[in-house]
């Protein structure tokens, strides 16, 4: 009894204190690389939900049907309809990526609308803006005239979340096939999701 009684008082050893601290260490990188990466993956999801809905706005604006005549079409004529994607934008949002390396970019309404000016071309065509920060920067090209089976359009989210200058790409593309049918990539492109 007296043995035991001693035993208990003792306390833990070196080894046992050990032990537990290198427990506890494992476990400590393990939840800090779980956090980093559960942070990370709900910064790119910025990307990937804006993205789709780029992709979504270019294919609502390419099946809006409009006329090949202008003005007013007379009784008993007729017109052809035409599809066409909207045209690139002019510039990318934010302009630079050194507005985005490490930080959030707040666009102005403005940015959006920048080729409002001209019917059919960019961002203002695809009706699509952002109002909330952004970690990526957005561009919008379109190869060919945007109405003939072949052209294709191609929406990219670039970032720097980390802002050491590697840029992660995030893309979406469509392209008219035959049927002047619009066909949008099923998925997104993905390169260096983490920078």
Known sequence: MRIAFKKAREGFTLVELMIVVAIVG??????????????ANSKTAEARNSLGQISKDAATAYEKESMTVTGVLTQGASSATLRQLCQSASNPIPASPTSIAGKKYQSAPGDWAADQATAGKGFACLKYSMDQPQYFMYSYTVTGSGSAQGDSFNAVANGDLNGDGILSTFGVSGNIGSGMVLNVAPTISEALPEE
């Open 26 to 39: 494992v476990l400590a990188v393990l939840a800090v690389y779980g956090v980093r990466k559960y942070i």
